[in-house]
T-cell receptor
Framework: GESVGLHLPTLSVQEGDNSIINCAYS??????FIWYKQESGKGPQFIID?????DKRQGQRVTVLLNKTVKHLSLQIAATQPGDSAVYFC?????????????FGKGTKLSVIP | KAGVTQTPRYLIKTRGQQVTLSCSPI?????VSWYQQTPGQGLQFLFE???????NKGNFPGRFSGRQFSNSRSEMNVSTLELGDSALYLC?????????????FGSGTQLSVL
């Protein structure tokens, strides 16, 4: 099956609320994880990353949590704004010699209700 | 710094034809990766090039090929197009010297096969 998957395909939140987007991965060898945001008509945009030796990383209004025990990754967006409406992808990297390949989840569509 | 540039933005082809897509990475980036994005399969890795050499290849038929030039610009080619090749083709670049690097994506080429 797919190595990286998302629990919910769609998520609707009220403007100003916090959003939580979840992601499950199955490969325990994965050691690097990235969240991307993709707006309509654009390519994926890097949001935040985390390495497997960490369990939490914070950015501007975003926090990524990594739980290696249950192979779970989440993206928290604080004070969600209409501009946050997009599809969010988690991606994992399994370190290999001399190459770089990301495995992406299917994506979660976040809709922000004004 | 200019981002990843992909041309053309849109393409319409018919079955059996071939197509060439172009990608210019961010200045200084030596790794270029290609991904196919479809509603059903999501983002799937095609191949990655570094210093004009293919370092890794995804699970796609031989009709999909690519190359990288000495200036790090890359092209991908799809021969004998099939209806199922209709997709958004995304190029991403990274520095290419580490195992865990951020990928920066272009806006993609939307290919429609009729």
């Amino acid at each position: 099956g797919e190595s990286v998957g998302l629990h919910l395909p769609t998520l609707s939140v009220q403007e100003g609320d916090n959003s939580i987007i979840n992601c499950a991965y199955s490969n325990s060898a994965s050691d690097y994880f990235i969240w991307y945001k993709q707006e309509s008509g654009k390519g994926p945009q890097f949001i935040i990353d985390i390495r497997s030796n960490m369990d939490k990383r914070q950015g501007q209004r975003v926090t990524v949590l990594l739980n290696k025990t249950v192979k779970h990754l989440s993206l928290q967006i604080a004070a969600t704004q209409p501009g946050d409406s997009a599809v969010y992808f988690c991606a994992e990297n399994i370190s290999g010699a001399g190459s770089y390949q990301l495995t992406f989840g299917k994506g979660t569509k976040l809709s922000v209700i004004p | 710094k200019a981002g990843v540039t992909q041309t053309p933005r849109y393409l319409i082809k018919t079955r059996g034809q071939q197509v060439t897509l172009s990608c210019s990475p961010i200045s200084g980036h030596r790794s270029v990766s290609w991904y196919q994005q479809t509603p059903g399969q999501g983002l799937q890795f095609l191949f990655e090039y570094f210093s004009e050499t293919q370092r890794n290849k995804g699970n796609f038929p031989g009709r999909f090929s690519g190359r990288q030039f000495s200036n790090s610009r890359s092209e991908m080619n799809v021969s004998t197009l099939e209806l199922g090749d209709s997709a958004l083709y995304l190029c991403a670049s990274s520095v290419g010297q580490g195992l865990n690097e951020k990928l920066f994506f272009g806006s993609g080429t939307q290919l429609s096969v009729l």
